[in-house]
């Protein structure tokens, strides 16, 4: 048997909930994070399906593989997983969601026609400053908290703090998750014989798990990763070392 890629990967994600042939499983998936929250349940959606580019698989890019749909309702909704720390996430994700709005419109266009607009962060290190795992953010008045608009709707998924919170298996956004962290558990084989879209989901990692241009690609988005990590962390150790340098001298 093939060793499982992991889900957490940004270029097996796309592959398993990225592509037009698994769009069942994407809309579960949006539909496990948002259907609780208050939105209505998601039925179809059209897939901006993104092709696999080399050269930035192999950068330190890390926004490459995003996945843009939109709703029969005409919602658009971006989903990204991220793997490292940036320290830029808030502002970040706000600039991309003022662009997703901007593409609605063209010049003469009426601002009604602005759809709702959702982004969903998916990351893997602790970054929001909330013990939930999942937060959810949109625009209120600041004393009666009365909703101004749900133009925008913004989610931060914190695999991190889900790892160590109490599960619920009968949850399906924590079926979901629990796929994402660990697809190989114990737990995945009890949820596989429950579950529909996790059993295919599995199916699917099995099968593009044998695929060897995918696992090189895999491997070559994970080595970029594992080389960003080593960057911030040497320019944080430097920053740190500048920093004692500078107290010594402001001491001497």
Do not use: C
Not at 67 to 90: A, G, K, P, R, W
Not at 163 to 189: A, T
């Amino acid at each position: 048997m093939n060793k499982l890629l992991n889900p957490k990967n940004d270029v097996v994600f796309q592959k398993i909930f990225g592509v037009k042939e698994n769009e069942k499983l994407l809309i579960s998936f949006l539909n496990s994070i948002l259907e609780p929250m208050g939105n209505g349940k998601i039925k179809s959606i059209t897939l901006e399906e993104k092709a696999l580019n080399v050269s930035l698989i192999a950068s330190e890019k890390l926004s490459i593989l995003d996945i843009n749909v939109t709703t029969e309702n005409s919602t658009n909704i971006n989903v990204e997983i991220q793997l490292i720390n940036q320290y830029n996430m808030i502002k970040r994700t706000i600039f991309y969601l003022s662009k997703m709005i901007l593409k609605q419109l063209v010049k003469g266009d009426n601002y009604n026609q602005l759809n709702k607009t959702i982004t969903i962060n998916i990351l893997d290190f602790d970054y929001i400053n909330d013990e939930k795992f999942h937060s959810s953010y949109h625009l209120y008045e600041d004393v009666t908290k009365k909703l101004l608009s749900d133009i925008v709707e913004i989610h931060f998924i914190e695999l991190k703090k889900f790892e160590k919170s109490k599960k619920d298996y009968n949850n399906k956004l924590h079926r979901w998750l629990s796929f994402l962290i660990n697809p190989e558990g114990k737990e995945i084989d009890i949820m596989k014989k429950e579950d529909t879209e996790i059993k295919e989901a599995m199916d699917v990692l099995y099968n593009i798990s044998g695929d060897k241009e995918l696992i090189q690609l895999a491997d070559m988005r994970d080595k970029a990763i594992r080389d960003e990590k080593s960057r911030l962390q040497g320019a944080r150790d430097e920053g740190r070392e500048e920093g004692r340098e500078e107290a010594k001298r402001a001491l001497a």
